[in-house]
């Protein structure tokens, strides 16, 4: 039976390092402060933005939260992210996603000064990590390589597949394995013969935002699976990419859903505001 990853321990744990690193930022006299900013009263997105303030509380790092109408214009957006990129006492800028439909997110997130954008996703942070150069790195696939390399995972000279390229996940996760010197294969919704090629993977990282689509015909004994899909299944419970029953047999280890990937991208968040001071001197 495969060794279960677990994501809420890892992140746990993370979270408690990071505790320490601003405890001792603070005893030097430097105070962090994430901006999260929600536009609308999207369910998830509500959900999300309390954990990220509630992550900030644990570690002991401020929020500032700022919950604008749904009617805002981007206009105004604009301008309180432009204020937010000369406050010296922000140093981090989250803009919760998805935007409602009449804000254009590729402009939003092109305001963040590159030097407070926590989630990593400005092209110049996109740009930084594909050069190997300082930058925020986007957090769901920065705490994949967490979860692999704290579980004691090798990943330099395995096959990795990553089977999914959004900006987002796919595309950074694979720049990402690629630093850490594993040969990778990038997947998507194009790729001729997918079982034959995921087959391939020793690492397989799943993010194709379709539930339990990824049973053991996708999968080599004894691979390393990682999903990254938060859905839900037909009973209306929250399931991965991966289906989770199937596979587990058949490979190494596996992350679950809930409590695997998810809990990380928090962490990380946390992390790359910690980061932020090194970034900003
Ligand atoms: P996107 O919808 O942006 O991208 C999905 C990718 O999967 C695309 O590249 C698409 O290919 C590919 N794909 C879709 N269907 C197939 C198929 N049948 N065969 C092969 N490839 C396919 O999704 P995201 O990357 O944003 O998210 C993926 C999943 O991860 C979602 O479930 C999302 O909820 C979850 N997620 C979880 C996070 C976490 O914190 N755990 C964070 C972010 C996302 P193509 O490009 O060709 O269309």
Redesign the pocket.
């Known amino acids: 039976m495969a060794t279960i990853i677990d994501g809420k321990a890892i992140s746990l744990q993370i979270k408690d390092e990071l505790k320490e690193r601003a405890a001792a930022l603070k005893a030097s006299g430097i105070e962090i402060a994430l901006a999260v900013i929600q536009v609308g009263d999207n369910p998830a997105s509500c959900v999300y933005v309390r954990n990220k303030k509630k992550g900030c509380e644990y570690i002991g790092i401020g929020s500032l939260s700022f919950e604008l109408p749904e009617e805002t214009t981007q206009e105004e957006l604009l301008a309180l992210i432009g204020e937010l990129n000369e406050r010296a006492d922000v140093n981090g800028i989250l803009v919760q996603l998805p935007l409602p439909a009449h804000i254009d997110e590729d402009t939003v997130i092109k305001a963040i000064d590159p030097k407070k954008d926590v989630d990593g996703f400005h092209p110049q942070s996109v740009g930084a990590l594909c050069i190997g150069q300082p930058g925020f790195v986007s957090?769901?696939p920065a705490?994949i390589i967490q979860l692999l390399k704290r579980s004691g995972i090798e990943i330099a000279g395995k096959e990795c597949v990553v089977?999914?390229?959004?900006?987002?996940?796919?595309k950074p996760m694979a720049l990402l394995l690629l630093r850490e010197n594993a040969t990778v294969t990038i997947?998507?919704?194009?790729?001729k013969n997918?079982k034959e090629v995921t087959k391939r993977a020793d690492i397989l990282i799943v993010?194709?935002?379709?539930p339990k689509?990824v049973t053991k015909d996708y999968v080599k004994e004894g691979a390393v699976v990682i999903d990254?899909?938060?859905?839900r299944d037909e009973n209306n419970k929250m399931c991965?990419?991966v289906d989770f029953d199937d596979v587990a047999p058949v490979c190494s280890a596996i992350t679950p859903v809930p409590g695997g990937?998810?809990p990380?991208?928090i962490a990380m968040l946390l992390n790359n505001c910690i980061e932020s001071v090194n970034l900003q001197r």
């Open positions: 957090c769901t705490g089977l999914g390229r959004s900006n987002i996940v796919g997947a998507h919704s194009k790729t997918l993010a194709v935002g379709r689509m990254v899909g938060i859905n991965g990419d990937v998810g990380m991208t």
